[in-house]
């Protein structure tokens, strides 16, 4: 079987000022230190993108943006490119959270525009997948998630040089409190891993690593973990707190 290294990852959303952001990234690394069988990355927003950058330097934790576009360069106001992410610390990127999707209607096209840039600028993309609430009771987990692959990864060429991360996070755990089970979690990566499969090949798809978000916590993480397809977690809310990701990393 493959050997997936997990991650624990943070995105702290529209929280923290720099000096905030910079002192929270500064107790994690060094509450960090000891940890050797799990990458971790931290998503602070723009502005503290290079100050946190410098406080993690020779640290165990990498940085990553919550966005990028596309373009380059160019008359694009408040947008930020994959190569000005790079130049300010990151080496990830996350594309398509649902809250991107539905409060400021990002489509599977402009995820996989967002996609392509970020692996051309050898920025691993976290490409963020999941269904809604009535989308679930309604039957058609599976078949949002075909969509928001297929189209997510369109003309998409990995190598082994070109990491890929997915994130599955059902929209309706994000933020509630109402973790997925690890049957449910499991279930949905399994499929999603099944998709890569047929649109990437079986090897390259048994090394992405697919990452679980949603109401993520101390006390739910291990359980997660131990499932086959969850290679690590995207945490928002307990990820603000530098003891509580601490925590959380050391599951
Ligand atoms: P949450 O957010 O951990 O606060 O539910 C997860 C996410 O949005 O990635």
Redesign the pocket.
């Known amino acids: 079987m493959e050997s997936r290294k997990p991650l624990i ?1 943070g ?1 702290w ?1 529209m929280h923290k000022t720099c000096p905030e952001a910079v002192e929270t990234a500064r107790v994690l690394a060094g509450m960090t230190t000891d940890v050797e069988g799990a990458d971790i990355m931290i998503a602070p927003p723009f502005p503290a993108l290079a100050p946190v950058a410098e406080a993690l330097a020779g640290s165990r934790i990498g940085l990553g943006s919550q966005n990028l576009h596309w373009e380059k360069q160019g008359a694009y106001t408040g947008e930020v490119s994959a190569d000005m992410l790079v130049s300010a610390g990151c080496s990830y990127v ?1 594309i398509g ?3 991107r999707r539905h409060i400021f209607g990002e489509t599977d096209e402009s995820v996989n525009k967002k996609t392509r840039a970020a692996l051309a600028a050898q920025l691993t993309p976290v490409l ?1 997948v999941g269904e809604t609430e009535s989308e679930r009771d309604a039957g058609k987990t599976f078949s949002i998630l075909d969509k928001q692959v297929q189209k997510g990864l369109n003309n998409v060429n990995l190598d082994a040089a070109s990491p890929l991360i997915v ?1 599955y ?1 059902p929209v309706w ?5 109402r ?1 997925a089970t690890a049957d449910q979690a499991e279930e949905a990566h399994a499929h999603i891993r099944r998709l890569l499969a047929q649109q990437l090949g079986r090897n390259m798809a048994d090394t992405v690593r697919i990452l679980y ?5 101390p006390e739910n993480i291990a359980e997660l973990m131990a499932r086959d397809d969850i290679d690590g ?7 603000l707190d530098a003891d509580t990701f601490s925590r959380l990393i050391h599951y």
Do not use: M, Q, R
């Not at 755990?173 to 409190?177: N, Q, V």
């Open positions: 990852a995105t959303k996350i959270h649902s809250e963020c994130a996070e755990a994000i933020g509630t409190g973790t978000g949603g109401s993520v916590k977690a995207l945490v928002g809310g307990a990820s």
